[in-house]
């Protein structure tokens, strides 16, 4: 099991961004699926996590600024980031709450992590 992250990059504080994190291998089924970021010594956050139902959640720091959704193949999650400002630069982990079969055919369920994806907001 994997999960892809894509869309970092530097963009001017006011501008947008949109990540996307696509899951692959042998995934029977995603639950929740969200976003958390990570700047130097500091503790990774949560960002904003959406259930398989739909239900949002946002941090305090994001909240009316960025939008999480997730595709129709239910294997996707993106971040679309609005309104960037300095303090949201970090390196932003997707992660998902998911069950896959192993080789062995056995169903594990697993948390997984993305590989970190680079936003600068530039002021």
């Known amino acids: 099991v994997q999960l892809q992250a894509s869309g970092g990059g530097l963009v001017q504080a006011g501008g947008s961004l949109t990540l996307s994190c696509v899951g692959s291998?042998?995934?029977?089924?995603?639950?929740?699926m969200g976003w958390f970021r990570q700047t130097p010594g500091k503790q990774r956050e949560v960002v904003a996590t959406i259930s398989s139902a739909g239900n949002r959640n946002y941090a305090d720091s994001v909240k009316g600024r960025f939008t999480i959704s997730r595709g129709n193949a239910k294997n996707t999650v993106y971040l679309h980031m609005s309104s960037l400002k300095p303090e949201d630069t970090a390196v932003y982990y997707c992660n998902a709450n998911l069950l896959d079969k192993t080789p062995t055919d056995e169903y594990v369920a697993r948390y997984a992590w993305g590989q970190g994806t680079q936003v600068t907001v530039s002021s």
């Open positions: 291998g042998r995934i029977v089924r995603i639950d929740d």
